[in-house]
């Protein structure tokens, strides 16, 4: 009997694959038509509006996220100034097609826009900009006889931060004349932009390298790269996306899912978010109190665009989840009731390590393939992939020298700066892989934090900090900590989804790569302007939105002061947790290759660990609602109800984060009871 069941749920398992693998196909397809329908590049037009349109973004960003924090669209995936640019240009098309004075903006001139406005105003967002500030300003400004932070500050070098304290102390309380003084952080400004531009070329020239494995060998979906193909168009399915019923009906709903959440949050105190539900609260007594926090979290874009994730996938996060949870309850009653315990974070950056050294093994013919090429010359059958695969070698191998060769400029011992990229251009590859394949809207789906943690779990403080009195390297490294509580190192995912993009718009690699570059320069100079201004105005501790990031940077450097004092050994619970991570996701790889239909993807156990708490619940929901259509409707249904989704995702980002976002920033008031965030 048990046997029957098991081979009928492996029946059903199967058909469910079976459709989605169809569906899949023919999004690849219509995504390969448009690339051979489109011919086009980054035209001067395009470049231009996508500049206007990033500035005019930071002014929004200033005032709904710095000033009046309303919201956090940069947070969104996509950016919600990137999806706002594209409805704009839209709504721009049709004037111009009614006047027919004006020549409407084509296909690769819409990509090129939305990709230069999400990415550069992605730079502007609390992980990046706001966070790059606060590591760099606050050891000067909080310091206390307690933690006396001046002494680690004069250790950062003034072409990084100036050292005068009065400039940091003016950008916390104001200026005395309300003016930047520019002159003292011209140099860091340069120097910051430089180190990105750095650091985002060795991740975007990877991802060229990985794209030709991703795209052509394992023909992966791209998910999210349908919601702009879908919007852009209107020959992308057979009903146009803005023509459909069901994307006005999801749009619909989302507008009466956010105003429930509105009235809830301006009047009664409901969550600041979305809808949230306490499964836990009657969870007092050990060991089942170890389930606590159980919250879910239905928000509509994770609702919407999780659509387009495999029920494989939906269904792994959700069960490995629960499975996170279940090790507290164990350990809770055995009597480990230790902090932390089980320690999810440092399970997943020893999955994201084991993953990342998989997807290198995998993909690593493009690598050997270019490296040979400089020596054996050109294969003529593919003459021009390899010559952009080994410009894009170079780019990665010189842009990876440059970071270790700003670091230690600034003070950083040779061997951290090594190991802490290493970690997180590892931690990029597999967030890459992760938007490719999976496409989840998380620009947060990654152990943040524990690229920076981890490597002080395994070894004795004096290792990192020195004995002193010169503790440079421990005070640099702790300011990189933006690098890894903040999200820069998901630009692979705005890399990989460019790259895919751009060739579906008919734009060359090597146009993307530059665009998207450009855009990460662009987007920190302005980052660093409408922050400062408004920082020196008002002050930061003055504003609503605060200084994102000061009260992390703050506790590091606390933290890197303590230790100075009084040494730590390695963390053994951390570091076994760590492997234990890394252990398990080698398994489910090796077991999901040698056997057909297993039922968990590695890719869910990664992003459980990662931010799982947020995913769970609705990404349960989809499961349940995708594998109900795909089994009694089939892939007619499924089509059918996709416009819905994806207007559902649309309908929030432009009710609760443009519109809501803008009314915020524009009255204050009781538009300020509730806010929105999409991280």
Not at 16 to 29: D, F, N, Q, V
């Amino acid at each position: 009997m048990q046997r029957s069941l098991w081979h009928q749920l492996k029946k059903e398992v199967s058909g469910i694959r079976a459709l989605e693998t169809e569906i899949a196909e023919e999004s690849i397809k219509a995504r390969d038509r448009i690339g051979r329908a489109v011919r086009g590049g980054i035209t001067f037009r395009a470049v231009s509006i996508a500049l206007v349109l990033t500035w005019l973004s930071g002014y929004w960003v200033r005032q709904s996220e710095i000033i009046a924090l309303a919201c956090q669209g940069t947070e969104a995936v996509p950016a919600v100034p990137g999806t706002g640019a594209l409805i704009v240009l839209l709504l721009f098309n049709v004037l111009a097609a009614r006047t027919r004075r004006i020549r409407p903006l084509e296909i690769p001139e819409l990509i090129t826009v939305f990709l230069f406005v999400s990415v550069g105003t992605t730079m502007m967002g609390p992980g990046i900009g706001r966070f790059l500030i606060a590591c760099t300003t606050a050891p000067f400004y909080y310091t206390s006889p307690a933690a006396p932070l001046e002494e680690l500050a004069r250790f950062i070098p003034a072409w990084m931060s100036p050292s005068d304290p009065a400039i940091h102390r003016w950008l916390y309380e104001s200026s005395p004349t309300g003016k930047v003084p520019w002159e003292a952080w011209q140099v860091p400004m340069i120097a910051w932009t430089g180190f990105f531009l750095l650091f985002g070329g060795t991740l975007f020239c990877l991802m060229i390298l990985f794209s030709e494995p991703w795209v052509d060998e394992e023909r992966l979906v791209f998910p999210l790269v349908r919601l702009p193909l879908q919007i852009v168009d209107p020959e992308y399915s057979e009903v146009p996306f803005l023509k459909a019923k069901a994307t006005w009906i999801g749009m619909g709903l989302a507008l009466a899912l956010n105003v429930v959440n509105i009235v809830r949050g301006v009047y009664f105190g409901g969550p600041s978010g979305g809808l949230r539900v306490d499964f836990g609260g009657s969870l007092t007594g050990a060991p089942w109190n170890a389930l606590r926090p159980l919250t879910g979290d239905f928000r509509p874009e994770l609702i919407g665009l999780g659509y387009l994730i495999s029920t494989e996938l939906s269904f792994s996060i959700w069960f490995f989840q629960l499975f996170n949870k279940l090790q507290a309850v164990a350990m809770s009653a055995a009597g480990y009731r230790l902090s932390g315990a089980p320690f999810a974070q440092e399970q997943g950056i020893g999955a994201y390590l084991v993953l990342g050294v998989i997807l290198l093994w995998k993909g690593r013919h493009p690598f050997v393939e270019a490296w040979r090429s400089w020596i054996e010359g050109l294969p003529e059958d593919r003459a021009d992939i390899v010559r952009t695969n080994r410009w894009a070698l170079v780019g990665a191998a010189v842009g990876f020298l440059g970071v270790i060769v700003f670091c230690v400029a600034a003070g950083l011992n040779l061997w951290l700066a090594l190991v802490y990229f290493a970690v997180l251009v590892t931690v990029s590859i597999v967030y890459g892989r992760l938007r490719a394949e999976t496409g989840v809207p998380l620009i947060w789906a990654f152990p943040y934090g524990l690229a920076h943690k981890s490597i002080r779990y395994f070894v004795n403080s004096r290792s990192w900090i020195g004995i002193g009195p010169n503790y440079r390297s421990p005070t640099i490294y702790t300011m990189f900590i933006f690098l890894s509580r903040g999200y820069f190192p998901s630009m692979s995912g705005y890399g990989i989804e460019g790259l895919t993009l751009g060739e579906g718009g008919g734009v060359r690699k090597s146009g993307t790569f530059w665009l998207l570059l450009s855009a990460v320069g662009v987007g920190c100079l302005f980052s660093y302007y409408f922050h400062f201004v408004p920082y020196y105005e008002e002050g930061a501790v003055g504003l609503r939105g605060g200084l994102w990031g000061a009260g992390t940077a703050r506790a590091e450097f606390a933290g890197l002061y303590r230790q100075t004092q009084l040494p730590t050994p390695p963390d053994v619970p951390r570091i076994i947790a760590t492997l234990g991570g890394g252990g398990l996701i080698a398994f489910l790889s090796v077991m999901r290759v040698r056997f057909f239909g297993w039922p968990f993807h590695p890719l869910g156990y990664a992003m459980a660990c990662s931010y799982g708490q947020l995913l769970w619940a609705p990404f349960f929901l989809v499961w349940v609602i995708k594998s109900v259509l795909l089994r009694y409707g089939g892939h007619q249904a499924y089509l059918s109800a996709l416009p819905g989704f994806m207007g559902f995702a649309l309908g929030h980002f432009i009710v609760a984060g443009a519109i809501w976002g803008t009314l915020g920033a524009a009255l204050g008031g009781v538009f300020l009871r509730y806010g929105v965030w999409f991280g």
